[in-house]
């Protein structure tokens, strides 16, 4: 008797688990273009609207771990976008993080700090023109790079 209630259980817990796995993927209003994975066990996720009219609005989270260090806002594209590739290129054993959009490799589309906690365009209130501490902190990727010319521009291309 004892068995069978535990296998009930068991079964129980296991199919709840699934449909809810289910409904939180499909009833998500978000789904997931692309991620860069790095070291450290961290990474930055880039979602899109999964149904839109117009244009498709964007937005990341940074993950340090298995905790959301950042949510923010991202851009709105012209059309539907399937999927991002992005360059990733990292200074500071790691810590400072630069993505680029693969079609517009001189695009500064996010730029995270993991010492510090900024994060671009997050923390600008411009995205046009950011402050002095993104440029700073873009200066290093310039200084790694001579033959790159980055320009922040927190916009994905469409399709």
């Given at each position: 008797m004892f068995q069978f209630r535990l296998r009930?259980?068991?079964l129980c817990i296991t199919v709840l688990a699934v449909v809810f796995g289910l409904a939180r993927h499909y009833l998500s209003p978000?789904?997931?273009?692309?991620?860069a994975e790095l070291p450290g066990n961290r990474r930055i996720v880039v979602e899109g609207e999964r149904y839109?009219?117009?244009g498709q609005s964007l937005c990341y989270y940074v993950m340090d771990g298995?905790?959301?260090v950042l949510r923010n806002g991202l851009c709105v594209t012209s059309g539907a976008l399937d999927s991002?590739?992005?360059?990733v290129l990292t200074e500071d054993n790691g810590n400072l993080v630069l993505l680029c959009d693969v079609?517009?490799?001189?695009w500064i589309v996010i730029m995270h700090d993991f010492k510090?906690?900024?994060?671009?365009?997050?923390h600008e209130a411009d995205f046009w023109n950011p402050g002095p501490r993104a440029r700073k902190l873009a200066g290093t990727f310039t200084s790694k790079y001579p033959g790159r010319r980055f320009e922040f521009n927190p916009h994905i291309i469409g399709p």
């Amino acid at each position: 008797m004892f068995q069978f209630r535990l296998r009930s259980l068991l079964l129980c817990i296991t199919v709840l688990a699934v449909v809810f796995g289910l409904a939180r993927h499909y009833l998500s209003p978000y789904r997931e273009l692309g991620r860069a994975e790095l070291p450290g066990n961290r990474r930055i996720v880039v979602e899109g609207e999964r149904y839109h009219d117009e244009g498709q609005s964007l937005c990341y989270y940074v993950m340090d771990g298995r905790t959301v260090v950042l949510r923010n806002g991202l851009c709105v594209t012209s059309g539907a976008l399937d999927s991002v590739q992005f360059d990733v290129l990292t200074e500071d054993n790691g810590n400072l993080v630069l993505l680029c959009d693969v079609r517009a490799p001189d695009w500064i589309v996010i730029m995270h700090d993991f010492k510090s906690g900024y994060s671009f365009p997050a923390h600008e209130a411009d995205f046009w023109n950011p402050g002095p501490r993104a440029r700073k902190l873009a200066g290093t990727f310039t200084s790694k790079y001579p033959g790159r010319r980055f320009e922040f521009n927190p916009h994905i291309i469409g399709p």
